[in-house]
């Protein structure tokens, strides 16, 4: 069964920085695009940031812009979202996904595996 990790999630003081990092585990992803999402309490699933398959297309949420950047390492099979200048309104879990395509997407029902999350908490 496919599964993703996420790691990297805590609590950082606004203004702080966080790096996630998403690791599928039993099939490597290279062929695939990710994405990064996250839904906050009382809130719906929100996408973050995707990227394609080789990287080199990337597609951001205007409330992130300029502060998060995605990434992948095909070689490690791991995709990054390093986050900066966090604000309390980052505050919500955030999961990995994954697309049996190459091109990205920010429609979250695209994707077909996810992980369970992480938890970033944001202190103001």
């Known amino acids: 069964q496919v599964q993703l990790l996420e790691s990297g999630g805590g609590l950082v003081q606004a203004g702080g920085s966080l790096r996630l990092s998403c690791a599928p585990s039993g099939r490597t992803f290279g062929s695939k695009a990710m994405g990064w999402f996250r839904q906050a309490p009382g809130k719906e699933r929100e996408c973050v940031a995707v990227i394609n398959w080789n990287g080199a297309s990337t597609l951001y949420a205007d409330s992130v812009k300029g502060r998060v950047t995605i990434s992948r390492d095909n070689a490690k099979n791991t995709v990054y979202l390093q986050m900066n200048s966090l604000k309390p309104e980052d505050t919500a879990v955030y999961y990995c996904?994954?697309?049996?395509?190459?091109?990205?997407?920010?429609?979250?029902?695209?994707?077909?595996?996810w992980g369970q999350g992480t938890r970033v908490t944001v202190s103001s």
């Open positions: 996904a994954a697309r049996s395509k190459t091109s990205a997407s920010r429609y979250d029902y695209d994707y077909d595996y």
